[in-house]
């Protein structure tokens, strides 16, 4: 079975930093690309951040562009999302997610974790 879980969220003050983890199982790590969205309340879903299985080339949202790097292990069964400058309008529920990456980019994924909370306080 597939599996993606999430960790590392947690709240922090305006301009700090957390680093989110997922852990993958049940997928070929050459076969899956991974996305990080959020969604906050009140708010549709959007797309974070995303790292192909291929090349590592990866992909940022205007909204965290220069603040968020995301990266994964060598073996691909860890990907991190590393959030620096945290602003209140950050706080979220953050997922990630498995599939192709052009549905990634499309918001889309064929497999989600749970999510876990960050929220940043002014």
């Known amino acids: 079975e597939v599996q993606l879980v999430e960790s590392g969220g947690g709240l922090v003050q305006t301009g700090g930093s957390l680093r989110l983890s997922c852990a993958v199982s049940?997928?070929?790590?050459?076969?899956?690309?991974i996305g990080w969205f959020r969604q906050a309340p009140g708010k549709e879903r959007e797309g974070v951040s995303c790292?192909?299985?291929?090349?590592?080339?990866?992909y940022y949202a205007d909204s965290v562009k220069g603040r968020f790097a995301i990266s994964s292990d060598n073996a691909k069964t860890t990907v991190y999302l590393q959030m620096n400058d945290l602003k209140p309008e950050d706080t979220a529920v953050y997922y990630c997610a498995a599939g192709y990456y052009n549905d990634l980019l499309r918001n889309r994924a064929n497999y989600w974790g749970q999510g876990t909370q960050v929220t940043v306080s002014s």
């Open positions: 790292i192909t299985s291929s090349d590592d080339s990866t």
């Open positions: 049940g997928l070929t790590p050459n076969n899956y690309n």
